[in-house]
């Protein structure tokens, strides 16, 4: 089937998320949408799945314009979507998400259970996913809830298989496993349409290229584009490729975790005795496909989740047990991963977010009251120093931009002399231009002289910041290596590899074959 | 290339840590009951039992026990069922749902034989009129389910109630029919409940709130419309024939069960349908996958096509229908005039029975039962004179429910979604 | 899907101005100016109380109408004579409402002026525990929490504050004081249980709460029937009188009943104000109750301030019913309450959530509780018509859309409703 948008455009208020956007995606193919966060890509895959209605444009399916006011419609017309966020029903079993929407009845309307169960089983063994259709979807791991999103979309012989975004959530090598599906699909006639922004899988998989910025496609590319080609089509400008940084002026390690375990409530170690240090004046990286322990790793540092043993020490001072509020006190500054959800409250100004964990010390407060005044200077000042694009003080969080919020739990954090500083994805979601300045204050920080522990999913963020890289997979850290050790190592590493092993099977890979780099 | 397992695949070896609770709030309770019934019940006393009525036609005899002894026996047929849990609980077995049912019954009855001792009551009648009690409580708490099922919070049960319960009376009375009444009642309750959907789901106001204030609503329009309209003609308007007694042919002879649950009115008969078929519907028909999926994870549904909104105005709908009906029974099903706030927060208790019957409509049946069994025996032991103050059998209901949403009588979790207005993207 | 939220624009510029209001056209200034003008007014939040409270009276006005007999009966001969159901009609209605105001308001039907005045007296005696209550109900309202029980904590309050006052013998003030705080404690403490349960075990306040009322309704009941709280040789579920001691003193003399608890009430709105925009833990309260995790993470106890939101929030609907027994009541019986606790609800919301919002909300319901006796007294027409405009102002509030809708007004510029959103 033949799919083709035309002059897509929808606007929400002032912001125009996609603005005359033409594709075409033929049949059989795997056409990549690739572009950075925010950029309006899965804005343009909801207006084709019939979730937002476009302002204007026109889709056309083999060549006859259709008009879907739903997802129902979508559906029925051949469009299938893995959504990035899962929707899958958590208490319901696979065939029961499978057939929802589609449902298999006996007469009087009664589920036909056996008729699902069949087919989940079918489709899971064509592509080998081995699924349990009586399985409850709440109890399985993502990797595999995203095959039922696979196998949801094929039980409704879906012609054109949106997939958002769908390696974020999966190690390289279950991305190499994707990949190999997504290619079965096109043999067997699907098309796909891949959402990333991660230039390599685009090369490694994509027959199209198609890249959008600021909500309008800047152009195409032939998957033999080189990867700075596509990067600076993708950002605008040609990205400076390395933080301009001196090298790290090790001091004492002040900051030492030993064996560090942290329970999930079933029972299950999410971080498994975990040992590591920290120096002042330098920046540990810890990277790791999402979901491996690393962010139980710092809430248990700052005391959000309770560690089951090991100790945290800093300065000599026992972490382990204290409150958030204790933890802070003692001189940790913490960007959580998600500013939006632990990080900022939204409907408070700025100047309110900027003391969140100030508020009740002086000079903010006094006793039990508030000095505003206090705190608006200090917001004045913050907002000037990181340069934060508001309309003032007194303006709502949550109408700054990405980058500008981020700026505000950054100059939060780095607002007071710490100890200890922790950012998980400072730079998620945020516009390049604020990734930059976001980056330098944090090696600034570091030349300041506080240990510094950066946790993030971006590769390239963590080779550009790190002096060390610790890595971690499945709560445990597989082994801590220098920045310039390879990326085909890192990735062999986040699955699981200890080092040694994984620079042995890249030296065996590269031997044998180009490898699909 | 070495395919590596995915993080997660492996199955994680779970060892939910233990939780105690239940064997040892089935101890204190057995040993309370142990020493307060038992071994400081009055000593040579008899408790009798009635368990014919006069229309059956096998009479027996009433049952007279030793009211210290049997106390004594009961209690420690309570606390061999606590030593049960807890030997399971140690073994990390589960416990069974039935051991917590059991227990009940036997505590229940060891408090009953106590509270009767040197006098007698009719069991039958007690349980025919917990069962009566029940009624309009199941209906409201499946009125409720059918709502929250589908993402929508119902605190306005009771509105839907009470608009039921009028609208039932005045039309019965008007036609001198008590069975249209049964008609009048689920469109009296559908009054509320399409303000509910028009403010929850179209426009996103707060379901608590609106629920909140839908109840004074109904209550102010019912008061006024009764002050002003039906007191004037109160012969005509306000005087709705009863629901007569239908008894079951057969069914209604068997001892003791035939009275209770087969020599009823139809409303009582209706509970019986409307649980099995919400049952059936909602957990083996498409219509209630769907809905289901509405009120757990909105987003999902909508992906495969299924209308939120339109799901959630249809069951906040039929689920005030429901709840309505329910009303019918404090008008056509017992006393029969309308009188001016006389849900009397039934609709609140129905709640409560929906959330100890973990939004399942057997188990909102059950938890009805429960509060209607409270209930009736409260007057019961209120004519008998017993020791115990008849408010605190009136808070009974109130308080089982603050220790079931405490997660002392096991957790209860509710549809995901309930609560939160559905708005596209 | 993390790249659809419509709010950021992915630049790093701030957002834009909404259009049209930057840009006035500058021939048209003034007139777009006052276009502008009236927008703000019948669009933002107060022209929508407005037009709420207009659209309630109107379809009481209804009401009213379909039920008064008069009405109905030129209403049969409807074709022959319209004049005189229309004239009915009208009489109806305008004689209800002008009823109303002359018992909330100023009755100036009487022969002096306190006489006239004593309305508006009234209706400041009666809003008293309603504002106390409701600014307990906002507290919790903005702190994220729904306090359903404050009718509980009402009667509570009244209870032990009652308990106090006929019970114990002390000096005047200070025993005036003790009964006050008698009252704190036992509302703070009647809802302290819900949000310790939510605290400790996730168990939702909503439904705690509204089991906590029939708790108390009932544990008043028993307490009406023991020897401590009813008068000695009387069997009547009724306390003892108040001591004198113990009583807030009568503002302007015996002629009227408004009594010092309207400055008690004045003071906790004060009091609310400073305690939410002005003190670290009203900080706290709005931090968690607008985002636990984030406040969690900034080091802020949430198990806490769940806590002490409720034990704030029942304390001041405990100080309610306090007030209500110590300067109007006088005596503790089973329906001391009356429906206070759930009427605060309805004021919390109507005031925004907000201490002068709800001081004049409660003044409002207040104004028609009391008309509506008055009504009800001199034209027949039940005072439950109240409850539904009540109830009908409430929902119109909390829907915007659907006012405007009604009056074909169009959209104004984005208004968050905090507290009836929350």
Redesign the interface.
């Given at each position: 089937m033949k799919l083709e948008l035309r002059g897509i455009t929808k606007s929400f208020g002032p912001l125009v998320a996609n603005d005359h956007i033409d594709l075409v995606i033929e049949p059989g193919q795997i056409h990549a949408l690739l572009g950075e966060n925010g950029a309006g890509k899965s804005t343009l895959m909801n207006v084709l799945f019939g979730l937002y209605q476009a302002d204007s444009g026109e889709i056309l399916l083999d060549d006859v314009e259709r008009a879907f006011r739903g997802p129902g419609d979508a559906l029925a017309a051949g469009i299938g979507m893995v959504h990035q966020h899962f929707m899958l029903v958590p208490v319901f079993t696979v065939a029961e998400n499978v057939m929802l929407g589609h449902e298999d009845t006996k007469a009087g309307g009664f589920l036909d259970l056996e008729a699902a169960r069949k087919r989940v089983r079918e489709l899971s063994a064509r592509f080998g996913f081995g699924l349990d259709p009586d399985a409850v979807v709440e109890d399985l791991p993502v990797g595999v809830q995203q095959r039922v999103e696979i196998v949801k979309a094929l039980a409704r012989e879906a012609k054109v298989l949106i997939l958002d975004e769908p390696t974020a959530v999966l190690t390289p090598q279950e991305t190499d496993e994707l990949i190999e599906i997504m290619r079965q699909l096109r043999e067997s006639g699907t098309s796909i349409v891949f959402i990333t922004h991660k230039l390599r899988e685009v090369k490694a998989v994509a027959d199209v290229i198609t890249v959008i910025r600021r909500g309008a496609v800047v152009g195409n590319a032939e998957p033999t584009a080189s990867e700075s080609e596509l990067a600076s089509l993708m950002v605008g400008r040609a990205v400076s490729l390395g933080l301009d940084k001196a090298p790290p002026q090790r001091g004492e390690e002040t900051f030492v975790v030993t064996d560090l375990t942290v329970l999930a409530p079933n029972g299950q170690a999410v971080v498994d005795r975990v040992s590591f240090s920290v120096a002042q004046g330098e920046i540990l990286a810890v990277a790791g496909v999402q979901g491996n322990g690393q962010t139980e790793l710092t809430e248990a540092i700052l005391g959000l989740l309770p560690s089951a043993e090991g100790s945290i020490s800093l300065h000599g001072q026992e972490l382990r047990g204290l409150t958030p509020d204790a933890a802070l006190e003692a001189g940790i500054g913490f960007v959580p991963e998600d500013r939006k959800v632990d990080g900022l409250v939204l409907d408070f100004s700025v100047a309110e977010n900027l003391v969140l964990d100030l508020y009740d010390k002086p000079p903010y407060a006094k006793g039990i009251g508030l000095d505003l005044g206090a705190i608006r200077r200090n917001a004045e000042q913050r907002i000037a120093e990181f340069d934060i694009r508001t309309q003032g003080p007194g303006q709502e969080v949550g109408r700054l931009s990405g980058g500008n919020q981020q700026k505000v739990v950054l100059a939060r954090e780095l607002s007071r002399p710490l100890k200890l500083f922790i950012a998980s994805q400072p730079t998620r979601g945020v516009d390049v231009g604020s990734i930059e300045f976001l980056h330098r204050r944090i090696v600034q920080e570091r030349d300041n002289g506080t240990p510094v522990i950066i946790v993030s999913t971006e590769l390239d963020e963590v080779v550009e910041l790190a002096d060390r890289i610790a890595v971690m997979y499945r709560g445990g850290i597989v082994g801590v290596v220098p920045p310039t050790t390879s990326r085909e190592v890192l990735g062999l590493m986040m699955a699981g590899v200890p080092h040694d092993e994984a620079i042995a099977q890249v030296h065996d890979q590269t031997d044998t074959t180009g490898a699909t780099q | 290339?070495?395919?590596?397992a995915?993080?997660?695949?492996q199955v994680?070896?779970?060892?939910?840590?233990r939780s105690w609770k239940l064997p040892i709030t089935l101890g204190v309770f057995g040993l309370l009951s142990f020493v307060l019934f038992g071994l400081l019940g009055p000593a040579g006393s008899v408790t009798t039992f009635g368990i014919s009525t006069g229309a059956d036609l096998l009479q027996f005899d009433p049952v007279a026990v030793p009211t210290r002894a049997t106390a004594i026996v009961l209690s420690v047929l309570c606390l061999l069922l606590a030593g049960y849990a807890y030997v399971r609980v140690r073994a990390d077995q589960p416990v069974g749902r039935w051991v917590l049912a059991v227990f009940g019954v036997l505590w229940v009855l060891t408090f009953l034989v106590w509270a009767v001792a040197d006098k007698s009551t009719s069991i039958v009648s007690l349980l025919q009129g917990s069962l009566l009690l029940a009624v309009p409580l199941a209906f409201g708490a499946l009125g409720g389910l059918l709502n929250e099922r589908a993402g929508v919070v119902n605190?306005a049960i009771e509105g839907q109630l009470l608009t039921g319960a009028f609208g039932a009376a005045v039309l019965a009375s008007v036609v001198g029919n008590a069975y249209i009444g049964l008609i009048a009642a689920p469109i009296a309750g559908l009054l509320i409940g399409a303000?509910l959907a028009?403010?929850t789901v179209k426009?996103?106001?707060?379901q608590?709130?609106?629920g909140?204030?839908?109840n004074?609503?109904a209550?102010?329009?019912t008061?006024?419309?009764?002050?002003?309209?039906l007191k004037?003609d109160a012969a005509t308007l306000n005087t709705p024939p009863r629901l007569p007694t239908l008894p079951i042919p057969l069914l209604s002879e068997i001892p003791i069960i035939g009275p209770v649950l087969f020599r009823q009115s139809i409303i009582v008969y209706l509970l019986y349908v409307a649980v099995i078929v919400i049952s059936i519907a909602l957990f083996?028909?498409?219509?209630g996958?769907?809905v289901?999926?509405v009120g757990?994870?909105p987003?999902?549904?909508?992906?495969?096509?299924?209308?939120v909104n339109r799901t959630r105005w249809r069951n906040v709908l039929l689920g005030s229908m429901v709840a309505g009906l329910g009303g019918a029974f404090f008008t056509i099903g017992s006393v029969g005039a309308f009188g001016q706030e006389m849900t009397a927060?039934k609709g609140?208790i129905a709640?409560?029975a929906m959330?100890l019957g973990r939004w399942t409509p057997w188990g909102a049946l059950g938890a009805a039962l429960l509060f209607g069994f409270a209930d009736k025996l409260q007057q019961v032991l209120g004519v008998l004179e017993t020791p115990i103050?008849n408010?605190?059998m009136?808070?009974l209901p109130?308080?089982v429910?603050?220790f079931a949403?405490?997660?002392?009588v096991g957790r209860v979790r509710g549809p995901?979604a309930a609560g939160q207005p559905y708005v596209?993207? | 899907m993390t790249d659809q939220q419509p709010a950021p624009p992915p630049t790093g510029e701030p957002a834009p101005e909404p259009a049209g209001a930057a840009k006035p056209h500058p021939e048209g200034a003034e007139s777009a100016r006052w276009a502008a003008t009236f927008r703000e007014i019948t669009t933002g939040p107060f022209g929508v109380t407005v037009l709420a409270f207009v659209l309630a009276l109107v379809i009481g006005g209804l009401l009213i109408i379909v039920t008064d007999p008069d009405v109905t009966a030129a209403a049969s001969y409807l074709f022959a004579k319209p004049a005189d159901f229309f004239g009915a009609a009208w009489t109806a209605v305008s004689e209800a409402y002008a009823a109303m105001f002359r018992g909330a308001v100023y009755n100036y039907d009487a022969p002096t002026f306190a006489r006239g005045i004593r309305s508006l007296t009234e209706t400041m005696t009666v809003s008293t525990p309603l504002i106390i209550a409701a600014l307990g109900v906002a507290v919790g309202f903005r702190a994220g929490m729904f306090n359903i029980g404050a009718q509980g904590q009402v009667i509570m309050g009244a209870a032990i504050g009652g308990y106090v006052g006929f019970a114990w013998n002390l000096p005047p003030v200070l025993h005036l004081l003790l009964a006050l705080l008698g009252g704190i404690l036992a509302g703070g403490f009647w809802a302290g249980i819900a949000g310790f349960l939510k605290a400790r075990t996730g168990a939702h306040e909503v439904i705690v709460t509204i089991m906590l009322n029939y708790v108390a309704l009932y544990l008043v009941a028993w307490f009406l029937t023991t020897s401590a709280f009813t008068r000695p040789g009387s069997n009547q579920p009724k306390s003892p009188g108040v001591k004198d001691t113990a009583q807030l003193p009568l503002l302007l003399g015996d002629q009227f009943r408004l009594n010092a608890g309207f400055l008690v009430a004045i003071l906790a709105a004060v009091f609310v104000w400073w305690l939410m925009t002005r003190s670290t833990w009203g900080f706290r309260f709005r931090a968690v109750g607008s985002n636990q995790q984030a406040a969690r993470t900034a080091g802020m106890g949430v198990a806490s301030s769940f806590v002490l939101v409720m034990v704030v929030s029942g304390a001041l609907a405990g100080l309610a019913g306090a007030v209500q027994i110590l300067g109007t009541e006088k005596a503790l019986t089973g329906g001391i309450a009356g429906s206070i606790g759930f009427d605060a609800i309805t004021v919390a919301l109507l005031g925004r959530s907000k201490p002068l919002g709800i001081f004049f909300a409660g003044l409002l319901y207040a104004g028609l509780n009391v008309g509506g006796r008055a009504m009800e007294a001199s034209t027949g027409t039940s005072i439950n018509i109240v409850l539904v405009i009540q109830s009908l102002v409430v929902l119109f509030i909390a829907a915007p859309p659907l006012v405007r809708a009604i009056f074909r007004l169009p959209a104004p510029n984005p208004v968050v409703m905090k507290g009836v959103s929350a």
């Open positions: - | 290339m070495t395919a590596m995915a993080p997660a695949t994680a070896t779970v060892t939910a840590a605190i303000m028009l403010f426009y996103h106001v707060n608590i709130i609106v909140v204030v839908l004074v609503f209550v102010g329009l008061s006024f419309l009764f002050s002003s309209v004037n083996r028909t498409k219509w996958l769907r289901r999926s757990e994870y987003q999902a549904a909508d992906t495969v096509g299924i209308d927060g609140y709640l409560a959330i103050p408010q605190f009136l808070m109130y308080v429910t603050i949403v405490a997660g002392l995901a596209k993207g | -």
